[in-house]
């Protein structure tokens, strides 16, 4: 039967139902009516001849026909409305089949996105948010010459003056305050600080054209950094960014929107690589940021300016929980990449949940646990019990995992404990998960790979100990090797056990430490100079970060001995101004320390004397190398030197100076404790002892592990890591950053060696480890980092400074399919010229990147010179196509931004090529695979 | 489908236990007041006891068995096949039976009164089906959420097939009716625990479809039961939702079940697809939401990973051997 007929049929029997039902309800109506207006005349005529039959008892016999007339007729109108009333229900079903059959017919009804969204927003409550955002801020504000002309109050310049001090080493101390101040460099505070101090205008215009990190037009209101480190290019941070400036409006030439709310930049990396891609808004950092959650993340930084972000209560007061007995502790990892997976507000949700038991419970805050992946950590630790691990804990758990363990006190609180958790299971209304299945075990499968193969020597007690805690750091052995080095040792000693340790510099040259340190010794002159290198400027690496963030102290511990061995008095720590938890926590620590005579002037009351200052970088990835860090120290451009006279002769001011990278310093004190021997057992011939990574990228498991020299990459990437995300195929490894190379796959046995390493085209560096599956490019790859050293040449060299500009620019024809057939040999080429003719570091290890990908993955540049991107990112040489598994979810449709796919439900979706920007939105929100890269 | 399968067993395994007990006592009653033999005349005599006609128990124990199995069908139609059909067949079977052969009564609503009586008043006793009708759904409530609502209440299921062209009830007005069976439920709690001369059974009174199921009933009662009716063809269930004090107590208790609806027969979308698919407002999030999911069915439909969406590109969703 067709369609039609039965639309047709259906519409006959409802019509037909219709009649009966509303012609019974007539008949039903009149019945009823003319039923009750009888009503009164037959009781009248009862009444008549009862009167009658009184009077004269021979008329009973008519009252009583009369009564038997008007019982039969009420009966006989019982049984006709049962009759109708029957017809009625029959017809009412009958109008009701009909009437669904032909809605039936009419089609499925199907939400529009419209609809959908609607529903999406109520849930997620952004309404409100979304409403401001349309109104648009009170006052539009645009950078102008009008605006740049204001004047300013220059009181703050003179404050950093006097602070700073006049001399032209302050210089870049003194611009990043005034930056801080008045959020770009005012063109009236630089003339301020040319007027006050020995600076000259052109030492100014050097530096702050330098330094990436200043900016010299006005800015928004909030300023997002979007991270282009190597994890979160790999994993999208491009569409971030374009996503961002899609969002904001923000026109092609310029980084604010048009009213003057948001900046957006990018910044190299934020070290947070394992919870890539990661974007920071003013002081906020959102970790697996993808495109759509963008919006989100620019109303949470509007509400968190509005004064309007939900505050928690504080603890609740009371009074015996200060003499109760300590129960045991809990345990808190508050690095920055666990603040930015959202442990800040666990930390808090967990504070109030101890403090609604009543019991004493140390919560406690610990460095970074290494499980990077799980963000955030929380364990609970009661003596005589066994350690309890949840991963991935939210603030809704804190309770749930306090009550777990800690069982409140006094009945009051006891039964308060159990209607919330009955109240909150209720209100949650089944969707909450058990807290249970947040808890990990140490002895767990993925745990155990995870932690068996590491070694931890420099993030000793990772995870145990507070490391703003000195107390608890003396407790674990802390100071014991400066105490033995400065009481039982000659320096000469301890230059002789780091030589035996075999340690080499963790930097990423791997220069032995002994070697370099007893060349400072002998240096004549008697003011040297320590300085412990933090500019972690690698992409991709946050070891440095870590370790400052996690074991202050241990850094500290680290150069003291350092100091105390080649005969320094002062120094220097140079970290990023990226990372500000880092600066914060050696500030303190250094702070604390000399309190206690662990620095200062009578180190241990020895006599001897260490001053520790603290340089923040600005943002200039060549201060990684030495000669340039120490320019910038100096106040000056980071362009490096020529070497010799070293540094170990003529460092900082032309005194002897020792450098070294954080890593070093920190496995100092373990290396002095427990011998050099034990140390020199671990690792392999020429390399010895461990080595911090940052494994990040396309790996199950990140994090920051420590593992021992000689351990093989593919141990590193399949055990620890376990293996690649959503089962893809494992095609590389980036070690070393933008002067390191790619390990393919099939080298994957070479063992993590300097040597091995740099054997086969990559070198250790800092320890960045970026793991690529078969969906990264690596044309793209060696793009991406050519183009990061490109940026960040210093320009003293012209074959770095053109070279590599000339090599960029091969690369981005390729990428775009404009390759020429002979590009690939002018590459290799050009790279070898640039590594000959380079003075420094930076300049020498540029091409690595670009050599290695052509050295082991050839067919891939030869793919893109036929017009193909075999991994499907090269946005020129791709498009999107929706396969046959597609099953009409919409998915692809709602997250489109540019209106390229149409809402068909339940069928299959096309993309419009036009339209499409290649964001790639759409496949990673597809749950059936069912959109393919061509 | 194994837990399915499980609750179903359970849900059959209690009903068996439980109406054994109504056989065992015979109710026998002393005759105190009657009138004499001689003025009903015609040679009556009073019999000395009163008995119950043995037909009415076994009847009992036919309702309670027939509820567990409406029950344990309609959450294996719903959960394990996943049809609507077939869950109209059921209802349109309990709707015939529980409410026009068995005239709405005993219906586990107005037992609630009839509970709390017994409960506070030692000398008010209940038949044994009364408790198991009480008792069977919310102990169901507990293991799969309200299965009772979807095919068997008679009460919803004459809303339920007269549903038409069902809206979407703004959240917000849905959720304050929805306090309003809450209060219904103090007030009938509230009446029943009264003294004897003030107690009201108001359920059962002012039950709006009773009328219907026995063609007859207060005028007033049927003209709200038809009213409940003709807005039911446009807004779903309205009396399961907003008025059921019964439902307010199974509300409460689902929200504490083992299992659920769950809209998709595999994998979770996001794709929210389905978010006006329900007439009864029980959809949040994208997911069923115990408390107010009635069993009803209609969601699966609209999921595009189910069977009769998908593309014979697509594998089929794997339906544990049901």
Known sequence: MSRDTQRLIARLLAGAAAIATFATIGVMIVGYSAAVGRIAAEKQRIDELTELAREDDSQSAALVAEWDRQTEASLERDKRVAKETRVLVISAVLLLIGAKWSVRLGGRRVPTAKAIAAHRAIWEKRASTRRRRTTGPAEAHKPCDACKAQAIDLGFVDEVISRFGRSPEATIPILQAVQDHYRYLHPDAIARICALTEITPARIAGVASFYTQFRHSPVGRHIVKVCHGTACHVAGAQAITDELRRELGIAADTDTDPTGEFTVEQVACMGCCTLAPVAQIDDATFGHLSPDAVPDALDAARAAADGDVCRPRPPLPSEDRETAPLLGEIRIGLGSCCVAGGSGKVHQALEQAVAATGSRVHIKRVGCVGMCHQTPLVETVIPGKPAALYAGVGPENAAAIVLRHFRPTGTRRRITAALTTVAQKVRRDGQATPITERAIELRDPPVAAFLGPQKHIATEHCGQIDPTDLDEYLRNDGFKALAHCVNDMSPEDVIAEVSRSGLRGRGGAGFPTGLKWSRVREAKGELKYIICNGDEGDPGAFMDRMLMESFPFRVIEGIAIAAFAVGAREGYLYIRAEYPLAVERIRGAIHECEQRGYLGDNILGTGLSLRLNIMEGAGAFVCGEETALLASIEGKRGSPRLRPPFPADQGLRNKPTLVNNVETYTTLPWIIRHGADSFAALGTDKSKGTKVFALAGKVKRGGLIEVPMGVTVRRIVEEIGGGIKDDRQFKAVQIGGPSGGCVPAFLADTPVDYEALAEVGAIMGSGGLVVLDDTDCMVDIARYFLAFTQDHSCGKCTYCRIGTRRMLDILNRICEGRGHPSDLDTLEELAHAIKKASLCGLGKTAPNPVLSTLRYFREEYEAHLDGRCPAGKCKALITYRVTDACTGCTLCAQHCPDDAIGFTPYRKHEIDAEKCTRCDICRTKCPEDAIEVV | ?322
């Open chain 2, 1 to 322: 489908m194994k837990q399915v399968s499980l609750a179903v067993l359970l849900i059959l395994a209690i009903s068996f236990i439980t109406p054994i007990g109504s056989f065992g006592a015979e109710y026998t009653r002393e005759v105190d007041v009657v009138p004499p033999d001689a003025d009903i005349g015609n040679g009556y005599v009073t019999p000395p006891v009163q008995h119950p006609q043995p037909k009415a128990a076994w009847w009992s124990a036919v309702d309670a068995l027939l509820l567990a199995l409406a029950m344990g069908l309609s959450a294996w139609i719903v959960l394990g096949r996943r049809s609507r059909n077939w869950l109209v067949v059921l209802t349109v079977g309990c709707l015939l039976y529980f409410g026009f052969y068995r005239e709405g009564c005993v219906c586990p609503i107005g037992a609630i009164q009839n509970v709390t009586v017994a409960l506070t008043d030692a000398s008010y006793t209940v038949p044994f089906v009364v408790l198991v009708f009480f008792f069977l759904p919310l102990i169901a409530a507990l293991l799969i959420g309200r299965v009772f609502c979807g095919g068997v209440c008679p009460l919803g299921a004459i809303q339920d097939l007269v549903l038409l062209k069902p809206v979407q009830v703004p959240r917000r007005l849905d959720k304050a009716l929805g306090t309003l069976k809450y209060a219904y439920l103090i007030l009938a709690v509230w009446y029943a625990v009264a003294p004897a001369v003030d107690r009201e059974f108001i359920i059962c009174r002012f039950d709006p479809f009773v009328g219907f199921f026995r063609f007859a009933g207060p005028g007033n009662m049927m003209l709200v039961g038809g009213g409940l009716l003709a807005l039911g063809l446009f807004v779903g269930r309205p009396y399961c939702r907003y008025l059921c004090p019964y439902g307010a107590i199974l509300a409460i208790l689902a929200r504490f079940s083992w299992k659920g609806v769950t809209i998709t027969p595999d994998k979770e979308l996001d794709c929210g697809l389905c978010v006006e698919s329900c007439p009864l407002g029980a959809i949040e999030q994208m997911r069923a939401v115990p408390s107010s999911c009635l069993y009803c069915a209609r969601c699966f439909a609209s999921c595009p990973r189910e069977p009769i969406n998908l593309p014979s590109t697509v594998p089929q969703p794997d339906r544990g051997g049901v």
